[in-house]
């Protein structure tokens, strides 16, 4: 068995194991459902500290430049189908 597919077979076992323990269990859906509604609050991510720590570690090489540029690409792709619907 290689280590990869172990770590998979733990992490099933692991949500089998809490499955069997608990079969009414809340999901993630559940739990947004029944909590208060969400406000939604429009803001520039320009200037977040978020974006300039990411910015940084581009700039500091700590991220690849060709990973990056494809996050960045499908984030776009994603945003301007929303913005033009």
């Known amino acids: 068995m290689s280590v990869p597919t172990a770590e998979l077979d733990r992490l099933l076992a692991a949500l089998d194991e809490r499955l069997e323990r608990e079969p009414s269990a809340k999901d993630a859906i559940d739990l947004i459902l029944a909590s208060s509604p969400r406000r939604t609050e429009v803001r520039s991510l320009r200037h977040d500290p978020t974006v300039e720590a ?12 060709d ?19």
């Not at 990411?54 to 430049?65: A, M, N, P, S, Y």
């Open 54 to 65: 990411f910015r940084q570690e581009l700039i500091d090489g700590l991220i690849r430049v």
């Open 67 to 85: 990973t990056a540029n494809r996050l960045l690409g499908l984030v776009n792709t994603v945003i301007t189908a929303v913005l033009t619907r």
